[in-house]
């Protein structure tokens, strides 16, 4: 099962938007709305930020938002704020009855 | 509150074996599926096996299918995997993950631990 494809980095300053994208197959994203994404700043866990390809866990900010298009999903974060500079990775269920994630994207603050 | 704790990993020679643990409290374990997930240092995250809240469905990713198996134990509320024949490729840090799913299919992994690093060099 290959990675999702991600960009490898994101820039914005802050309040401004940004979307990551996250493309995979017919056999993955598009065949599945299992989609998560994941936040990690350096030397920490991930924590889970959306699921479901757009619903947001409890505490989780509603600057956050996902959406899925047929094989590819997006990340949005409105309101780019210093904390959110992190790493993003999405991940998707397959037809090969296992999860992929993506190659994670660095999200920088300007 | 929520809190998956790992163990077990360490420096292990090529071609030896280890056995990781994951302890939870604080949340629902019984009723849901949980994953392993590794992260090789500087790389991003691989899934490397789940289980179901019942055992009655396990899955590992083809790097460590029959090399690796995955265990529970919902009485003590703690996940296992035994990793053997480990070769220096299986160099990760191995996060526990609860899913919000019961079974093994679909969910997401909402809870994760802070992970147990595992070296595999000789």
């Known amino acids: 099962q290959s990675a999702l494809t991600q960009p490898a980095s994101v820039s914005g300053s802050p309040g401004q938007s940004i979307t990551i994208s996250c493309t995979g197959t017919?056999?993955?994203?598009?065949?599945?709305?299992?989609v998560s994404w994941y936040q990690q700043h350096p030397g920490k866990a991930p924590r889970l930020m959306i699921y479901?390809?757009?619903d947001r866990p409890s505490g989780v900010s509603n600057r956050f938002s996902g959406s899925k298009s047929g094989n590819a999903a997006s990340l949005t974060i409105s309101g780019l704020q210093a904390e959110d500079e992190a790493d993003y990775y999405c991940?998707?269920?397959?037809?090969?009855?296992?999860?992929?994630f993506g190659g994670g994207t660095t999200v920088t603050v300007l | 509150e929520a809190q998956l704790v790992e163990s077990g990993g360490g420096l292990a020679q090529p071609g030896r074996s280890l056995r990781l643990s994951c302890e939870a409290s604080?949340?629902?374990?019984?009723?849901?599926?949980m994953h392993w997930v590794r992260q090789a240092p500087g790389k991003g995250l691989e899934w490397v096996s789940g289980?179901?809240?019942?055992?009655?469905?396990?899955g590992y990713s083809d790097s460590v299918m029959g090399r690796f198996t995955i265990s529970r134990d919902n009485a003590k509320k703690s996940l296992h995997l035994q990793l053997n024949n480990l070769r220096a490729e299986d160099t990760a840090l191995y996060y526990c993950?609860?899913?919000?799913?019961?079974?093994?299919?679909?969910?997401?992994?909402?809870?994760w631990g802070q992970g147990t690093l595992v070296t595999v060099s000789s």
């Open positions: 993950a609860h899913s919000k799913s019961r079974g093994y299919f679909g969910g997401t992994f909402d809870h």
């Open positions: 604080g949340l629902n374990f019984d009723d849901h599926a």
């Open positions: 289980i179901s809240w019942n055992s009655g469905e396990i």
């Open positions: 017919s056999s993955d994203v598009g065949g599945y709305n299992y």
């Open positions: 479901a390809v757009s």
């Open positions: 991940s998707s269920y397959t037809s090969s009855r296992s999860w992929v």
